[in-house]
């Protein structure tokens, strides 16, 4: 639900508390829709709604919306497709509520780990849950 009265960090605050105990899921609390749902909390829609629009709720879910995400988009890379959707913030300190991402050792479904930025660093959701991590040279970060 959206508090048109809330500012955008109270409505992000309030809509990562309800998450905060929640286990990673695909398809519900993974690390995109984790992102887009925390930037559809800030604005109302999201930046990948429209990619989302199909369920899955396994790993190989996940890689088939993915495969099709790319045939929609032309592109092959997650990044590519927030590119196209967000303007690249350079700073080192992007604003609580941007998108962020990292490099991921070893890829899954995305090059990269997708997430929120924090007050403290980027805020990314794991198969492990709930994780923080400090900036560092390669993380990427997105204006909403």
Known sequence: MVCLACSNRERLAAHLDGL???????????????ANDAVRAQRGVGFVDDLLARQYSSELGAMRVWK??????????????????LLRNASRYPVVGSVVARPLDQQMVFSHAIGIMGSRGGVYMTV??????????GDLAWEI
Not at 128 to 137: C, N, V
Request: charged share 30%; with cysteine.
């Open 20 to 34: 905060v105990n929640k286990p990673f899921a695909w398809g519900s609390v993974d690390c995109i829709t984790f």
């Open 68 to 85: 099709m995400a790319q045939v929609m988009t032309g592109r092959s890379d997650i990044v590519d497709v927030i590119d196209d959707r």
């Open 128 to 137: 492990a849950g709930f994780k923080r991590f400090d900036l560092s040279d």
